[in-house]
């Protein structure tokens, strides 16, 4: 059965600061890495896909890296801002059926 | 950009009564999901939905539960007979190519 850890549950950084998030599953057979982004009462809003071949993607401030064999993901988030204070969730999936969800790290960026 | 939109975004209930929660997919995609998170846990799969019939479900997803895609465009999740441990949040998704998860809203589920 997967299981999906991060750590640490939550961070607090002023504002400007370059921080890491990580992920780590017991079953490296996936077909894909999601990292979510959820406000408070909100829904999941989706950051950045990683496909099992890849090692990582970027889109903007945020870099996701992949070591499938060692089972961990993490999300760099750089030059970091109040706006991005904000629930960051893991999830894989080992094919086109279910997401396993971590329990996610609260982020607060302070000003 | 197109969304996964969901409704109603909160419904109360009186436990044994029958809910339909309603979700609308992104128009092109083909895979369909309910997830649900009670309150300070975890989000849980609960079922997913793929050519017209279920194509995985957990162990949450009893005989209480049923999905259906009445028509072209809706993606229903119905419980049949609630109960208090039912409140939660309750997201659908859907995924097209490389089965990049897109979820909606969400909608909150109290059971009294």
């Known amino acids: 059965k997967q299981e999906v850890t991060q750590i640490p549950a939550a961070l607090s950084v002023p504002e400007g600061e370059n921080l890491v998030l990580n992920c780590s599953f017991t079953?490296?057979?996936?077909?894909?890495l999601q990292w979510f982004r959820q406000d408070p009462g909100k829904g999941l809003t989706s950051l950045l896909l990683?496909?099992?071949?890849?090692r990582e993607q970027t889109s903007g401030r945020l870099n996701a890296s992949l070591d499938k064999s060692s089972g961990r993901s993490t999300l760099y988030i750089a030059a970091s801002q109040p706006g991005d204070s904000a629930t960051y969730l893991c999830?894989?999936?080992?094919?086109?059926?279910?997401?396993?969800f971590g329990d996610g790290t609260t982020l607060t960026v302070k000003p | 950009e197109p969304e996964v939109t969901q409704t109603p975004s909160h419904q109360v209930t009186q436990m044994g009564q029958e809910v339909i929660l309603r979700c609308v997919p992104i128009?092109?995609?083909?895979?369909f999901y309910w997830y649900r998170q009670i309150l300070g846990q975890k989000v849980e799969f609960l079922v997913s939905?793929?050519?017209?019939?279920?194509?995985?479900k957990s162990e949450i997803f009893d005989d209480q539960f049923s999905v259906e895609r009445p028509d072209g465009s809706n993606f229903t999740l119905k419980i049949r007979s609630t109960k208090l441990e039912d409140s939660a949040m309750y997201f659908c998704?859907?995924?097209?190519?490389?089965?990049?998860?897109?979820f909606g809203p969400g909608t909150r589920l109290t059971v009294t």
């Open positions: 999830a894989v999936s080992a094919n086109a059926g279910k997401s396993t």
């Open positions: 990683i496909q099992s071949s890849q």
């Open positions: 998704a859907s995924s097209g190519d490389f089965y990049e998860q897109y």
């Open positions: 128009s092109n995609h083909l895979y």
């Open positions: 079953d490296s057979a996936i077909y894909n």
């Open positions: 939905f793929y050519n017209n019939e279920i194509s995985e």
